[in-house]
């Protein structure tokens, strides 16, 4: 079983606010991922990282920005919340040895986050 | 680019019966293509994932995909459903250094 933890597990927090959701891994991943669900629609990356100070923006364009400072941890923070961000978050890692995509990841139980 | 498309958002069945989620993919070179599965308020879990090995994958909880070139399909079954197999099921293709994913298949099993 994998150990990917995520905090806080729901949020709902006000407009204009900062946020930071946690995402921790014990597995000694270099590699860590955030995706946005929304229901009935596709996964889509968000951020990824190849391993300590590596962060590279995934295809849906968003708002948020993360750092990679440890290995086990993977911040992802919104600066200014807003209504539209609201949506789960879900964080993944991978330790792979060929290339990214082949990878099987591993995922955190996910944040829903409301903003009012 | 590489894309998947999961026919039907949803499908139901009885418990006993077999189990078919469709998935049907796109790229341009051979693909690597993965099952998850995400029970409710939790994270996805590998189910199984077709590495360009056998065509057929074995995963866990009895379930397996038979990947079809020529169709370009990699269907999900099962020969008996079970009540613990109720959950939303998500088929991707790698594509470079990311997974693609489909928009999930909600798997409700009747008793």
């Known amino acids: 079983e994998a150990d990917i933890y995520q905090t806080p597990r729901y949020l709902v927090i006000g407009t204009g606010k900062k946020i930071t959701l946690e995402c921790s891994q014990t597995m000694g991943h270099d590699k860590m991922y955030w995706y946005q669900q929304d229901p009935g629609m596709e996964l889509h990356l968000i951020h990824y990282?190849?391993?300590?100070?590596?962060?590279e923006k995934g295809d849906l364009s968003s708002e948020s920005t993360v750092s990679r400072i440890r290995t086990e941890h993977f911040p992802l923070t919104l600066e200014s919340a807003r209504p539209s961000h609201t949506s789960q978050y879900l964080c993944?890692?991978?330790?792979?040895?060929?290339?990214?995509?082949?990878?099987?990841?591993?995922f955190g139980p996910g944040t829903r986050l409301t903003v009012l | 680019a590489q894309s998947v498309t999961q026919l039907g958002s949803h499908v139901s069945v009885s418990e006993g019966a077999l189990v078919l989620l469709r998935c049907n993919y796109s790229?341009?070179?051979?693909?690597?293509l993965f099952w998850y599965v995400q029970y409710p308020n939790q994270g996805l879990q590998l189910l199984l994932k077709y590495t360009s090995a056998a065509t057929l994958v074995k995963g866990i909880n009895g379930f397996e995909a038979e990947f079809k070139k020529s169709e370009t399909s990699f269907h999900l079954t099962k020969p008996s459903a079970h009540m613990s197999d109720a959950a939303e099921y998500f088929c991707a293709v790698s594509d470079l250094d990311k997974l693609i994913f489909g928009t999930g298949t909600r798997l409700q099993v009747f008793p």
């Open positions: 990282s190849y391993g300590v100070n590596s962060t």
């Open positions: 790229s341009s070179v051979p693909p690597y």
């Open positions: 993944a890692s991978s330790v792979g040895t060929v290339s990214v995509s082949t990878d099987t990841q591993y």
